[in-house]
């Protein structure tokens, strides 16, 4: 968990958390790395709190372990407060888990959910970036209430942000951040029916390793550069103008 991300979720536990009662707290994507000491626990010492760290792979600060990716093992209706940062990133259909949070969120509990807008590409699969419009999809799809929903963007410059002063010194990573609330009314049966197609598929994929990286094609053009082709296919004639741009 990088430093931004770290004081992001920092500001929503100041800002949403009350502290005049025990409060039920689910972190998704607990686990910390090799080398990493910042964790979520630091940030509600002091507060009365039942804590339960849940991830994938057992390890550092892992209080549950997830049997399949797409099923949190927490009951429903349980927790006032889930916390999940920078893990979406890293879930192939992060719908199908935005669902299990809406599921074991309590009617009127809240979501913190930080995730990546800029960076470079980290651990073994890393699959997405977000904007708060990607916030707003989540809260449509799981009907969950968005409370609030930004982006640390770098300043502008003229009408576009400048993206040239990011650098590992200037906010080089960048943060979406988005809280989620569960409505009181919240369509129970509607979203049973929703969540058990979207997370029985989901399991069933798993994730993205059944799909291989496609091999580059030196003759094939990427991201919209003409392909390249190689010069024995069209030997130059004697006397012929120079290619466009040579």
């Known amino acids: 968990m990088h430093r931004s991300a770290y004081e992001q979720m920092e500001l929503c536990i100041e800002e949403y958390m009350p502290t005049n009662r025990r409060q039920r707290v689910v972190d998704l994507g607990s686990r910390i790395s090799n080398g990493q000491k910042l964790t979520h626990q630091e940030l509600l010492k002091g ?27 927490v009951k429903s209706n349980s927790a006032d407060f889930l916390l999940s940062g920078q893990a979406f990133e890293h879930i192939p259909f992060f719908w199908a888990s935005m669902l299990e949070i809406a599921r074991v969120l309590r009617p009127g509990g809240t979501a913190f959910v930080t995730a990546p807008s800029r960076g470079h590409v980290h651990d073994q699969q890393d699959c997405w970036r977000y904007y708060p419009d990607g916030f707003r999809a989540l809260a449509a799809y799981t009907k969950l209430q968005l409370v609030e929903a930004y982006t640390d963007f770098p300043p502008m410059k003229g009408i576009r942000h400048d993206y040239a002063r990011v650098d590992a010194k200037h906010a080089y990573w960048g943060d979406t951040v988005g809280v989620f609330r569960k409505p009181t009314n919240y369509p129970r049966l ?47 004639e004697p006397n012929s103008p120079a290619p466009h741009g040579q």
């Open 47 to 73: 507060r009365d709190i039942d804590y339960c760290g849940v991830d994938v792979w057992a390890g550092p600060n892992v209080d549950r372990v997830m049997r399949k990716p797409y099923r949190v093992p």
């Open 190 to 236: 509607t979203m049973t029916f929703v969540r058990a197609t979207t997370r029985w598929w989901a399991n069933r994929v798993g994730g993205v390793e059944g799909v291989p990286m496609p091999e580059p094609l030196a003759t094939r053009a990427q991201c919209g550069r003409p392909a390249a082709v190689p010069e024995a296919a069209h030997p130059a």
